[in-house]
């Protein structure tokens, strides 16, 4: 083969390698050393040696690439040679770009695997490869994709080797034929649990773990010796830590404003974003791999986001409900909007359902409600003696529930042992024996769960008497509520209700209590929180004995059918309170 009397016999050599051809065990100097020596066989001249390592073909916009043009533009060769029609481009749009950039310079490009010759079959066999090589790219990422949700879904393997903070990854040894394994590194899970530990015991918000945190000198695995808040939100929020680890949770895309302006990347879809809830793939981990108790990383979401609504930044006046109203109409929540030196509050969604309320309005009737409910404990009370009553109910039909499930698993096994003699005087095979078994050990499998599921709900519906401890913790509230200042009814209410459902006439406000698990109460102590204020304690941070997040009962207050819900060491209620006109 001889070159054209126009190139002189001066060559160029391009080779590629992508990254995962690397992790492959393909080199880029195996190529470079195939060109060579096939240049050298027919006489051409070596000008230059082009080699993008690491890049993929599906980009146009490679550095060495683009200096192949360039010099291509300068006469410096009259050849290119590339070992396969795919090392050049495995996009054919992008083939026939670059081959005809080259060409149009009075490069000839030859590829080292066809025949070198000007003709319109080559051209066609060459456009035909590179559809190939584009619907083999294709393929080889589908079957990746495919490989890794089957190892997620179906082996329930944990896929990653940049593990989160707190753990280690042991790397996948495939001369052993082992998987990858996540550790518990113990170092940092200590740290872990005492970043959780601060915002659950103690309701400190990310900035404030993020400063205790540097103060400690607690260092970050890698970067800066100090820590970022995004670096302690993501290992807040991370549910990993409670022993479910998620995957398919972003997705990559080409970032909108991109701060680094670079020529080349490597990946055009540098920058991901959060996917739909609905499309994450949960992976239960192990109970060794638990660093956090699941209640705990619940107590802490719930916290944050607490901690969120109520934060007091850019904050020019202080509404007394801030982020407690929610609107009736959709479910929204109800912001603060100053007009003409007067303040009102407002969805946030401007649905327009519900009209704007001035805030006075709805603080004093809200308050009202709150204060004739702590200063009358016996109406939140006398509430106890009816839910005793529905729980009873609700335990009796419970009873029944569950002698009929003992009487559905009795009659299976009648059924059991009358497949076996069946199968013993030759009236079923061995193959029917075998489906029919299947399907009842599937039906008791379902039953003795449904059972289990009855006598769990039976033993946690069994109540305390908790009514002296309504009324205890009231009568210590009544005592001092009346001297509550704006920050002070404000802490109160952030304590005691939990949501103020407006819609337009009435404020429904659902609101809790603490109890202690045997009925007794003891007055609260002056033990000072971060929030607490400096006269001696503040009301809605004290503590009655039993109460808290270490009683094991479920206490529930008589909520509508449709919003029953319960809350651990607290009794639940709902305040129904008009709200007067006028509304605008």
């Given at each position: 083969m001889q070159a054209n009397p126009t190139n002189n016999g001066r060559a160029a050599l391009y080779a590629r390698v992508s990254t995962e051809e690397q992790h492959e065990g393909q080199t880029i100097e195996s190529q470079v050393a195939e060109l060579t020596r096939f240049a050298q066989e027919r006489g051409w001249e070596i000008k230059g040696i082009y080699k993008d390592e690491g890049w993929s073909g599906s980009l146009l916009a490679r550095p060495e690439l683009d200096r192949l043009r360039d010099d291509a533009s300068k006469s410096l060769f009259g050849l290119v040679l590339i070992n396969d029609v795919d090392r050049l481009a495995r996009d054919v749009t992008h083939l026939g770009v670059i081959k005809r950039d080259l060409e149009r310079h009075g490069v000839q490009v030859i590829f080292r695997k066809?025949?070198?010759?000007?003709?319109?079959?080559?051209?066609?066999?060459?456009?035909?490869?590179?559809?190939?090589?584009?619907?083999?790219?294709?393929?080889?990422?589908?079957?990746?994709?495919?490989?890794?949700?089957?190892?997620?879904?179906?082996?329930?393997?944990?896929?990653?080797?940049?593990?989160?903070?707190?753990?280690?990854?042991?790397?996948?040894?495939?001369?052993?034929?082992?998987?990858?394994?996540?550790?518990?590194?113990?170092?940092?899970?200590?740290?872990?649990?005492?970043?959780?530990?601060?915002?659950?015991?103690?309701?400190?918000?990310?900035?404030?773990?993020?400063?205790?945190?540097?103060?400690?000198?607690?260092?970050?695995?890698?970067?800066?010796?100090?820590?970022?808040?995004?670096?302690?939100?993501?290992?807040?929020?991370?549910?990993?830590?409670?022993?479910?680890?998620?995957?398919?949770?972003?997705?990559?895309?080409?970032?909108?404003?991109?701060?680094?302006?670079?020529?080349?990347?490597?990946?055009?879809?540098?920058?991901?974003?959060?996917?739909?809830?609905?499309?994450?793939?949960?992976?239960?981990?192990?109970?060794?791999?638990?660093?956090?108790?699941?209640?705990?990383?619940?107590?802490?979401?719930?916290?944050?986001?607490?901690?969120?609504?109520?934060?007091?930044?850019?904050e020019k006046h202080s509404y007394l409900l801030k982020g407690l109203v929610r609107c009736a109409g959709c479910s929204a929540r109800y912001v603060g909007q100053p007009c003409h030196g007067k303040f009102y509050y407002r969805c946030i969604k401007r649905c327009k359902k519900i009209p704007t309320v001035q805030e006075g309005t709805l603080n004093k009737a809200v308050w009202t409600a709150v204060e004739k409910a702590v200063l009358n404990p016996n109406l939140i009370a006398d509430q106890v003696t009816k839910l005793n009553q529905k729980k009873a109910k609700d335990v009796s039909k419970m009873g029944a529930a569950v002698m009929d499930t003992e009487q559905a698993l009795l009659q299976i096994k009648n059924e059991e042992a009358r497949l076996i003699e069946a199968y013993r005087l030759e009236i079923l095979s061995a193959a029917q024996l075998g489906r029919e078994l299947e399907a009842i050990k599937l039906r008791r499998t379902s039953l003795d769960r449904s059972r289990a599921d009855l006598s769990e709900q039976a033993h946690t519906w069994s109540l305390p008497p908790i009514k002296r401890s309504v009324v205890d913790y009231c009568k210590v509230v009544a005592q001092r509520l009346k001297s509550f200042g704006p920050e002070q009814r404000q802490r109160f209410l952030r304590f005691l209700v939990r949501e103020i459902v407006f819609d337009g006439g009435t404020a429904r406000i659902k609101a809790v209590i603490p109890i202690s698990s045997d009925g007794r109460a003891k007055k609260p102590g002056a033990e000072k929180t971060e929030s607490a204020s400096e006269d001696g304690g503040d009301i809605a941070t004290t503590k009655i004995e039993g109460c808290g997040r270490n009683v094991t009962s479920v206490f529930q207050g008589l909520l509508p059918a449709s919003e029953d819900r319960t809350t651990d060491g607290y009794f639940a209620f709902e305040l129904v309170q008009p709200v007067p006109r006028p509304i605008t």
């Open positions: 066809l025949p070198a010759e000007q003709s319109p079959t080559h051209n066609l066999m060459v456009n035909i490869l590179g559809s190939f090589a584009e619907f083999e790219r294709e393929l080889i990422a589908d079957r990746t994709r495919r490989g890794k949700r089957y190892r997620v879904e179906v082996r329930k393997l944990y896929l990653g080797s940049i593990p989160p903070y707190g753990f280690r990854y042991i790397r996948k040894d495939r001369a052993a034929g082992k998987d990858g394994v996540l550790e518990v590194d113990p170092e940092e899970a200590t740290v872990v649990r005492q970043m959780y530990a601060w915002v659950d015991e103690e309701g400190l918000s990310a900035r404030k773990v993020l400063e205790r945190l540097n103060r400690m000198r607690l260092r970050p695995r890698k970067g800066s010796t100090k820590w970022a808040k995004s670096s302690v939100l993501r290992v807040l929020r991370s549910e990993i830590y409670a022993g479910v680890w998620h995957y398919y949770k972003f997705e990559a895309c080409v970032p909108k404003n991109s701060s680094k302006a670079l020529k080349y990347r490597k990946s055009l879809k540098s920058s991901r974003r959060l996917r739909s809830r609905n499309e994450w793939l949960p992976v239960p981990l192990a109970d060794a791999l638990r660093i956090v108790p699941r209640d705990r990383w619940q107590r802490v979401q719930l916290q944050l986001d607490r901690n969120r609504t109520f934060s007091p930044r850019n």
